[in-house]
């Protein structure tokens, strides 16, 4: 049940979506597509400079595992949720010059470009559940092109 990012990358991580329901970073599904506007991609100047902004500490981290209350443990069971890929990307460094992604799934290699995978979000869990079929994670566009037919059963994330 563990995703790793691995290839062209300063630090090689694993990112375990199990955890993720208790992460203040998640998304409702439901929620994660709506009031965005159409053109919300980020181009590869965008990703460059995000990359300079965490070489430099300027970013912050965002809280995780906060408390919960017995009302927010309640929720978790009800709902969907995605994870915005992005914190994971910027802390695994990636490497300049990278221009493209492979994702390792069960049917086989999907290759998007950097700016793609950017602008994703992993579909960790669903009713509160984890993925135990096609999973761990599938992979969903920001802009709602894929959200009914996700990139399933991703096992790795190269970048090339």
């Known amino acids: 049940m563990i995703v790793p990012i ?13 955890v993720w329901i208790f992460d203040d970073r998640k998304i409702i599904l439901e929620e994660a597509f709506t009031n965005q506007p ?21 970013t912050a981290k965002p809280p995780v595992n906060k408390s919960l209350t017995k009302h927010e443990r309640e929720n978790i069971l009800k709902y969907s949720y995605v994870m915005p890929i992005n ?22 290699d999907v290759i998007l470009s950097l700016a793609q995978l950017y602008n994703s979000y992993l579909l960790f869990a669903i009713d509160g559940k984890p993925l135990k079929e096609d999973g761990p994670v599938h992979l969903l566009f920001k802009d709602g092109s894929n959200k009914d037919q996700p990139i399933k059963g991703i096992k790795k994330i190269v970048i090339n």
Do not use: C, H
């Open 38 to 58: 159409k053109k919300d991609e980020i181009n590869e100047a965008q990703v460059a400079s995000q990359r300079w902004e965490n070489a430099i500490g300027r």
């Open 6 to 18: 691995l290839g062209n990358v300063a630090y090689q991580i694993t990112m375990d979506p199990t």
């Open 87 to 108: 914190d994971f990307l910027d802390y695994a460094e990636i490497k300049d010059g990278t221009n493209d992604v492979s994702l390792v799934t069960d049917n086989g």
